[in-house]
């Protein structure tokens, strides 16, 4: 019996009609490295033949009744994998804004929680150009019927940011000519525990709910301790509810837009040597830069500055369990300061800080909420949080998400075809109406940009801004550029 985690649960019940708990990328493939030969039939086999190693996509949820404890994975005997893969084709002309709003409207479409927590579209009909940085090598895909895209939906609860590209490597090839073997023979696994065992189950942890919950509050005492500690020296970095309050910031609707930004890998490395800073950073600074002249643009340019929380992994080497394992982090994106190089020192200053706080914080590990309280608790107070409204009516607990995740320096393939680009996109939560996340590939650094379609629909404008931040970085770096 496979008993979900207690982060994996709250993303689990934390799941309403506006929060969305899965993560997304869309990747676009190159369909002429295999001769235009690239099929959903193709896909569908490639996908059958990896199931095996990827056993979690056969998983679906049993419930303990009443919400009494966390639900348990089981096999899904009744596993059918074109449930799962599904084609559709984007609208004519089919460039990256039509992709975009394409990709916004399927991202709220809620994963069935009685099958297994994931699904896959194929999309037909993209503009050969979409993905590449060279205009030069889109001619052959062009020539082919131009590129094809596929939008990957994982519920959170099986799958993270780091362990999303160890999943890459382990479906796609790193070669065009990859064969595809048959699928191996599969039976569930026997052991699917009965309603009254887990009733059981149920039961016995809530006897021990009073004791979960003193512990957590003596947890919450002591960090809240080790934080003033942070203050009375000065250092303390950002923390949550220290957000201004913007246009980014309100009630969450289910609706959704997408939209993408590439930079190139190497001048984002030269940027991060010249200042001497963290690739993160960098990365902080370029959303800051792009967030500072929206808001300006808008005339809501806060005085203090916004203020990102940064998912951090905190899996060891080496581990490939599916499930969550991130922390938070929040980072000050020094949206107050003029000058790019100084806001992004700035930010460099913050982030070291706030990992030396989140490393002070660790020795005292802290317990979930999922763990102190019932599923059920957790699913009723998030119905009644989006109710209230309160993500218009609290601070903000923080503006924006930035996820920054490496991806595999070398190219892989899908079924034959390219990976020419992905664009990962993570969850909206808690009244922040954008969440940017990033993946290296190649030579390229991936900014995917999910929005509220009612609280950010000009999301594009903001995808624009990479670049220029990017340039206004290079213009003003205070040592040559090592490209």
Known sequence: MRRVSGLDAAFLYGETSAWHMHVSALMVLDPSTCGGRFSSERFRDLIASRLHVVPQFRWKLKK??????????????????DFHIRRIAVPAPGGMEQLGNLVGELIPLKLDRTRPLWEMWIIEGLDGG??????????????????????????????????????MKLLFDMEPD????????????????????????????????????????????RQGLTVAGFARRGNLPAIPFQAPRTRLNAEITPSRRMAMASVPLDEVKA????????????????????????????????????????????????DKESGTKVAAMFASMAT????????????????????????????????????AFSPGLIEVAARMYTA??????????????????????????????????MYPMGPLLYGGGLNISVISYLDSMDFGFLSCRTTVPDVW???????????????TAPTPLRL
């Open 271 to 318: 940027v991060k040597h010249a200042f001497d800073v963290k690739v993160n950073d960098v990365v902080l600074a370029l959303v800051g830069a792009s967030l500072r002249r929206y808001l300006t643009s808008h005339g809501e340019l806060p005085e203090r500055p916004l203020i990102a929380q940064v998912p951090v992994s905190v899996r060891v080497e080496g």
């Open 64 to 81: 303990v009744p009443f919400g009494l404890d966390r639900p348990v994975w089981v096999d899904d005997a009744d596993f059918e994998l």
């Open 130 to 167: 979409i993905g590449e940085s060279d205009p030069d090598t889109s001619s052959s895909a062009d020539a082919d019927g131009g590129k094809v895209a596929i939008l990957a939906k994982v519920h959170h609860s099986i799958i993270d940011g780091a362990s999303g590209a160890e999943l």
């Open 178 to 221: 990859a064969p595809v073997p048959p699928a191996p023979a599969w039976k569930p696994e026997s052991e699917n525990p009965s309603g009254l065992e887990l009733l059981g189950l149920g039961l016995s942890t809530s006897m021990k709910m009073p004791f979960r919950f003193a512990r957590l509050s003596r947890s919450l005492v």
């Open 461 to 475: 404008t903001i995808a624009e801004g990479i670049p220029l931040a990017l340039k206004e970085l290079m213009d």
């Open 336 to 371: 107050d300061l003029e000058d790019p190089g100084e806001r992004l020192l700035t930010i460099n200053r913050g982030t070291q800080s706030a990992k030396e706080m989140q490393r002070a914080l660790a020795v005292d590990k802290i317990i979930g909420l999922s763990e």
């Open 388 to 421: 209230a409204q309160l993500d218009g009516r609290t601070p903000p607990i923080f503006n924006t998400i930035v996820s920054n995740v490496p991806g595999p320096p070398f190219p892989l393939y899908v079924a034959g075809a390219r990976l020419a680009a």
